[in-house]
């Protein structure tokens, strides 16, 4: 948006007229971690002007403008307002600009993609927004407060912004929003959107997070008979007791939960599904916790993501809490939750790897090291996004491998969880 109007982008270490920090809300300690950064930076770029956009300007814009050296602070739709940016305060007074309206007052999803007019020659990968805010009205998410309601990307605009990715020589898209399939331009949903998708020419597509009652038989099937949509969802579990589900005012529960599961890994070859999965919700209880850590164990997923319960304000949990409908976990028991499932989570990643051992898998190299004298180690994503690295000898050394996709066969585990194989084309 900005370079499209004649603003040149700069790494942040060689200097810069603005410098534009993104911030998150999602957890109390993501908006400590806000307000860190904020500072920091601020501290090591004394002579730039400081402007914070994101959820947590949303949320507590007057917070993140009592941080002194921040120049501005916009709001959800307001950062789409490029006049803000040149906003300077004054030298004797050093008052900040704050303009955040009201995140239901958003009707449209602004277009956002990566960055295409300055190509990042490190990335393979582009993003493309289709679609931001959510009217689920989850208990515990602040969203609607910081997003306002669902709203998509018109087609035409995906598509013409689909052929920019391509023409710059990305490899694959990666299609982001809030609720990304409860997309919908008229009649065209999320699967009519792949669709079209498909026909750019670009040879992977890739889905991020998709919530369980949208992850309909005919997206499934779509995934399944595509050679461009990557066989890869994230599908947020959040809790497997029921009871917490309905607390959270989940739509689903575990049953439907697992249904939909077991439908897309016996469909699509070799589909990973990751999760997230909160601990210490108010009101879970060892046996929810238990009942969870059960459940998870026996689903076919390839990944988690464990985060703690932090209550928002403005949120109807934070009023639950409030009016002792509900308890708080204490912190240290839902700490104790989290790295029990942490450790579950490491074992199921390294399951669902290593099943994957002795396959060939195509994979999209991004990132190279030098291991020793005419040894590069080169890393990518494979289809269904695991990590696999290869060593190049002096026959590969010198050749510019970021970008390709290639054949390789997976002899076993290298760094971590990450698996390791040899080039086969």
């Avoid at 020793?372 to 180690?377: G, H, L, S, T």
Wanted: net charge negative; glycine share 8%.
């Amino acid at each position: 948006m900005l370079v499209a109007e004649g603003w040149r982008l700069n790494a942040i270490d060689d200097g810069a007229d603005v410098i534009i920090i993104h911030t998150c809300a999602v957890t109390g300690e993501a908006e400590r971690k806000s307000r860190q950064q904020i500072r920091k930076i601020i501290r090591n770029h004394p002579e730039s002007r400081i402007g914070v956009i994101g959820c947590y300007a949303q949320l507590d814009p007057k917070r993140v403008a009592e941080i002194e050296g921040v120049s501005f602070v916009l709001g959800t739709a307001d950062k789409f307002d490029i006049s803000w940016y040149s906003y300077e305060p004054s030298p004797d007074s050093h008052v900040p600009l704050i303009k955040v309206s009201p995140a239901d007052e958003a009707k449209i999803a602004h277009p956002a993609c990566s960055m295409l007019s300055q190509p990042d020659k490190e990335r393979t990968r582009a993003f493309l927004k289709i679609q931001d805010g959510c009217s689920f009205g989850c208990a515990y998410c602040t969203i609607p407060l910081a997003r306002g309601r669902s709203r998509s990307v018109s087609l035409p605009v995906l598509l013409d912004q689909a052929r920019r990715i391509a023409d710059a020589g990305y490899s694959e898209i990666v299609l982001t929003g809030i609720n990304l399939a409860d997309y919908r331009d008229d009649d065209i949903r999320l699967a009519g959107l792949l669709r079209q998708l498909e026909t750019i020419d670009i040879g992977r597509i890739r889905i991020s997070s998709v919530e369980p009652q949208l992850l309909d038989d005919e997206l499934i099937d779509m995934v399944a008979a595509s050679s461009k949509i990557m066989p890869h969802f994230h599908l947020p579990l959040q809790s497997a007791s029921d009871r917490v589900l309905r607390s959270m005012r989940r739509h689903y529960d575990t049953a439907f939960y697992r249904e939909r599961l077991a439908k897309t890994v016996s469909s699509i070859e070799g589909c990973a599904i990751g999760a997230d999965v909160m601990v210490g919700y108010p009101g879970e209880n060892e046996h929810d916790f238990e009942a969870m850590c059960r459940f998870i164990e026996e689903l076919p997923v390839a990944y988690l993501h464990v985060f703690t319960c932090s209550p928002r304000p403005g949120t109807k949990l934070f009023a639950e809490i409030a009016e002792k409908k509900l308890s708080r976990v204490p912190s240290a028991e839902a700490s104790a939750r989290a790295a029990r499932l942490g450790v579950i989570g490491e074992r199921i990643e390294r399951r669902f790897a290593e099943a994957f051992i002795g396959s060939r898998l195509k994979v999209l190299f991004e990132e190279s090291s030098v291991v020793a004298e005419e040894v590069v180690r080169w890393s990518g994503y494979s289809e269904n996004y695991l990590r696999v690295s290869v060593d190049t000898g002096a026959e590969v050394v010198g050749k510019e491998l970021r970008g390709e996709v290639r054949e390789v066969l997976v002899e076993g585990f290298g760094e971590g969880l990450q698996l390791q194989g040899r080039l086969l084309s």
